[in-house]
């Protein structure tokens, strides 16, 4: 049983420390400070500090994980590893550092496979007919450290980014909790990552969001597919945001950005085949399936998207 400190926000994080809170000592959790969140902005406590307080855990919210004040404190702890799950913040090679066995990362690709911020929508959009999850030794470069594990997910035809994001979370935890025993028991000698192999997948910004109607159907179902639910996909339709929500390829052709009807489904254009939405939402009201959608606005048939 190793003494731990965790550092992880969000809830893809949350199979990993419960995980770690039934097999290891849980010394302390450090996590994003509260943000002001909703449509009320109040102050909302990330998924990871909610399980930390429920299960008695210090939680430690650091604003710069860097700053020397910070540092100290985790010095304090005196763990023998930290371990990381989507935590937000860079950590310095000065925090790597500090605990005997290194610092341990979760990382949501196959590394080195889609390094940085976004690999679980990256993988959707470009197509990967796999993903999976690596467990590493966190050093100062951008997810460049050397490799302890790695398990592999196939990724469904419908796949989405909520779905793959709960399969790797899982996945990520049982594989965590399979490797820690062997890599503190110095079975394990990590391995590099081929440099020659490496591709990235930035943090995606909202604006990313939007389709473009001259790419293709599969292309178009790819990224609605990995966008949702964050940040979602939309359109422009006569001035509004139109959210594109859920929709498949069909056959057939049409201007990019027309909505037609084919075969008696709702249709729009793209540079290669059709998209058949089946979930729209127009800025500020209801989501509706595509037939409430055609006939509470009647003049979408026919209209010009983008």
């Not at 097999?23 to 943000?35: E, F, I, K, N, Y």
């Not at 910070?70 to 925090?95: C, H, K, N, T, W």
């Not at 890599?183 to 591709?199: F, H, K, N, V």
């Amino acid at each position: 049983m190793a003494k731990i400190v965790f550092m992880g926000t969000p809830e893809f994080a949350l199979p990993s420390l419960r995980g770690l809170i039934s097999a290891h000592d849980v010394l302390a959790v450090v996590t994003q400070p509260d943000r002001v969140a909703g449509r009320h902005r109040q102050l909302r406590q990330s998924p990871v500090k909610q399980l930390a307080l429920s299960a008695g855990i210090p939680v430690f919210q650091p604003m710069r994980i860097r700053e020397p004040a910070a540092i100290e404190a985790l010095r304090e702890f005196d763990a023998e590893l930290f371990v990381v799950v989507a935590f937000g913040q860079i950590l310095p090679q000065s925090v790597l550092d500090l605990p005997r066995f290194g610092t341990i990362n979760v990382h949501a690709s196959l590394l080195p496979r889609w390094r940085g911020a976004a690999p679980i929508q990256v993988a959707i959009c470009a197509g990967d007919v796999e993903s999976g999850v690596t467990i590493m030794l966190l050093d100062a470069g951008l997810d460049t450290g050397p490799m302890l594990a790695q398990r592999s997910v196939k990724l469904s035809c419908d796949e989405t980014g909520k779905s793959l994001h709960d399969k790797l979370s899982k996945t990520g935890a049982e594989l965590l909790l399979d490797t820690l025993p062997k890599y503190l028991s110095g079975e394990i000698t990590p391995r590099a990552q081929d440099e020659s192999l490496a591709t990235y997948a930035p943090r995606i910004r909202k604006e990313e969001g939007e389709i473009d109607w001259l790419q293709p159907a599969e292309v178009i179902d790819r990224h609605v597919r990995a966008f949702t639910p964050w940040p979602g996909t939309y359109t422009q339709w006569e001035g509004k945001e139109l959210k594109v929500a859920s929709g498949r390829t069909g056959d057939g052709k049409a201007a990019p950005g027309e909505v037609v009807e084919s075969s008696g489904m709702v249709a729009i254009g793209t540079g290669e085949g059709l998209y058949l939405p089946e979930e729209l939402q127009v800025a500020g009201k209801k989501r509706l399936s595509i037939a409430d959608f055609v006939n509470g606005y009647r003049d979408f048939l026919g209209a010009q998207l983008g």
